[in-house]
């Protein structure tokens, strides 16, 4: 299995720019959600999916926009970028909390952002 | 929301000793504590969790232990080995899917 994959991992952009992240998973997981992790603040939470259809938002949610459009895919979109979006990026996904032995959280890979 | 502060920031320990991580939460309603292990350039990894029913969990050279009177849950990891250095996080949810974060801890195993 896969798990899951983000794309890309790398990506440079200029203020004003706009873009997606991209991410899916192969797990069947009902939950998918978006972090950001910027130094000696470990990771906060932008935006969520409990399921395809439903999203929410997260403790840092300005400047985002997300659908959930299937149950593989949650895409992240950065309206117009700003410097203070630079950051690394993490898309993960779970079962729904209380599925019986089974809460962990999948993380992917990580994209690095920079907005200059 | 949940708060979840993370102690020390940084752990240089030599290889064969032992580390010790600490959390504490303020959601009286959290239930669910894992701990993430990240390495360099990779999302974070989960390497044990406990439950609000359980007052410690063992897997090999890693546990972890939870008071929840006191709102505190730690993670201790026995032998250390150079393989064990990487950024640890401690998180905290109740029945919401929302995981809160803490800062994290760099642990650096001396040889």
């Known amino acids: 299995n896969a798990g899951v994959t983000q794309t890309p991992k790398f990506q440079v952009l200029k203020t004003g720019q706009s873009m997606t992240l991209q991410c899916a998973q192969d797990?069947?997981?009902?939950?998918m959600s978006w972090y950001r992790q910027d130094p000696g603040m470990g990771l906060r939470l932008i935006h969520y999916?409990?399921?395809?259809?439903?999203?929410d938002q997260g403790e840092v949610p300005n400047g985002y926009n997300v659908s959930r459009s299937t149950t593989e895919d949650f895409p992240l979109r950065l309206l117009s970028a700003a410097p203070s979006q630079t950051s690394v990026y993490f898309c993960?996904?779970?079962?729904?909390?209380?599925?019986?032995?089974?809460?962990?959280?999948?993380f992917g890979q990580g994209t690095r952002l920079t907005v200059v | 929301g949940e708060n979840v502060e993370q102690h020390p920031s940084t752990l240089s320990v030599q290889e064969g000793d032992s580390a010790v991580i600490k959390c504490t939460y303020s959601?009286?309603?959290?239930?669910?504590f894992p701990w993430y292990k990240q390495e360099l350039g990779k999302g974070p990894q989960l390497i044990i969790d406990?439950?609000?029913?359980?007052g410690e969990k063992k897997d090999q050279r890693i546990a972890v232990t939870l008071n929840k009177t006191a709102k505190h849950f730690s993670l201790h990891i026995t032998e250390t080995q150079p393989e064990d250095s990487a950024v640890y996080f401690c998180?905290?949810?109740?029945?919401?899917?929302?995981?809160?974060f803490g800062a994290g801890t760099t642990v650096t195993v001396r040889a």
């Open positions: 959601d009286s309603a959290s239930n669910y």
């Open positions: 993960a996904s779970r079962h729904p909390p209380g599925t019986a032995g089974r809460a962990e959280a999948f």
């Open positions: 797990m069947n997981h009902e939950y």
């Open positions: 999916s409990v399921g395809a259809g439903i999203t």
């Open positions: 998180a905290a949810s109740g029945d919401d899917y929302k995981l809160s």
């Open positions: 406990i439950r609000s029913n359980v």
